[in-house]
Each structure stands twice: as C-alpha cells, then as structure tokens.
C-alpha cells in the first residue's frame, strides 16, 4: 500500500481481556517499529523488528505484552490480560531499512481504550 | 541515556507570521540525527525535517527551518509564513548514529496552533 496501514482504528475493551493490534508497513521496508503514545504524552518506543527478528525487547512495558512480524511483512502487537494503564495511542512505523538516517513513516494509529 | 526535552506545551501564532519551536537534547555522543515530526488531528506522525549532527549547515524544508547549535544541544524549529494547516502537535527527536540501539527518542510535543 501507499502507506503504513494499522488496524483496528479504535479498540475499546474490558480489562483483563487480551488484544491484538495490526500493523501492515510499506511494501519493502525491512525496518518495523511500534511505538506507545499516552495522552498528553511523547512517543515511548516499544520494540523494532529487522525483517522478522526483534533484537532487542527490553522497551515492552511487561511481560504481558508480545510483538511478532512474519515474512518480512505484517506485525502484530499482543497484550495479554489488559489494564487500564495500557490505555493508549499504538503508532507502528517502518522505514526501508534498519539505517539510523533512514526516516521512519507511521501509520495513524491504534487508540485502545480498557474499560 | 539521552533525553529530550521541549519546554513550550503549547504555543500560538497568527496566520501568515513566523514562529520557532524550541528543543534541547541531552547526549553523550558526537553523531547522531535530530528530527522534528509534526502529529495534526489526524494522529499521523509526519516527518518535517531531519538534520544529520555531522553537517554543521542546518536544514530546510520549504517554509521550514531548524537551528542547529551542537555545542549547545539545541535543535530549534523555524516555520515562516504559518499556514492554517500548520496546526498539529510538533515532536523533536533523537537516534544515535552508533551501536545497535535503534531507539527514536521524543520530547513530549509542544501543541502549535495558527490563527486566523
């Protein structure tokens, strides 16, 4: 596609329950991030995959939080017994590859709500 | 740990003037990339303008400008001839341009609205 493409828009949920956030990037961007944006609040980085490996996890707030990407393509972000706190704005990016020149396209977004 | 930090929440100016947007980083590194991406309603981050802290020249894009004092850590933002749809969020950002940490570091956003 033209841009990066997240889905759903908007997700509302009860607490505890677990949800999965969709991102689809640029067609050819090896490079893949995601990013938590709070209210009122700068972007707070989460994890970045180089093709389908993430090198580093140590951004992801808990260990109820999960991220994976499959060929080279689709990511997907997973929180599992959801809180109130994990309300927020979910930003994924991608860039055409894992160079810190390389500027970083973001989609519109995931604002999820917990109940 | 680098930090960033915009100091303005919020800020407005009328259609047409000129307004510069502050930053400040904090870093131990002598290369790295500053960026200044604008979020409108729409919550779609858009690159604005990037700088390279090896190249002394500072940037621009269009009606868009930045000041760039390395000694000073200082990454300013200069948009002339504000336009209606210049309205949006503004976010200064950091990468350093060594090792393998590939983290973009954000300020918290100063809130930029243009009047009519």
């Known amino acids: 596609g033209a841009g990066v493409s997240q889905s759903p828009s908007n997700k509302v949920t009860e607490k505890g329950k677990d949800v999965e956030l969709r991102c689809d990037p640029i067609?050819?961007?090896?490079?893949l991030y995601w990013y938590r944006q709070r209210l009122g609040q700068g972007l707070e980085f989460l994890i970045y995959?180089?093709?389908?490996?993430?090198?580093?996890k140590s951004g992801l707030p808990s260990d109820r939080f999960s991220a994976e990407r499959t060929g080279e393509s689709v990511s997907t972000l997973t929180i599992q017994r959801t809180q109130q706190e994990d309300s927020a704005v979910y930003l994924c990016?991608?860039?055409?590859?894992?160079?810190?020149?390389?500027?970083?396209?973001f989609g519109d977004g995931t604002r999820l709500s917990i109940l | 740990a680098q930090t960033v930090t915009q100091s303005q929440p919020e800020m407005s100016v009328q259609e047409a003037e000129t307004v510069t947007l502050s930053c400040t980083y904090d870093?131990?590194?002598?290369?790295?990339?500053l960026f200044w991406y604008k979020q409108p309603p729409s919550r779609q981050m858009i690159l604005v303008i990037r700088?390279?802290?090896?190249?002394?020249q500072n940037a621009t894009e269009n009606r868009f400008s930045v000041n760039f004092q390395k000694a000073a850590k200082s990454f300013s933002l200069k948009i002339s001839d504000s336009q209606l749809g210049d309205t949006a969020m503004y976010f200064c950002?950091?990468?350093?341009?060594?090792?393998?940490?590939?983290?973009?570091?954000f300020g918290k956003g100063t809130l930029l609205t243009v009047n009519p």
């Open positions: 870093t131990s590194e002598n290369n790295y990339y």
């Open positions: 990016a991608s860039s055409l590859g894992l160079a810190k020149n390389q500027p970083q396209h």
């Open positions: 995959f180089q093709g389908n490996s993430a090198p580093d």
């Open positions: 700088q390279e802290a090896y190249k002394q």
């Open positions: 067609s050819g961007h090896t490079a």
């Open positions: 950002a950091f990468i350093s341009s060594g090792g393998s940490n590939y983290k973009l570091t």
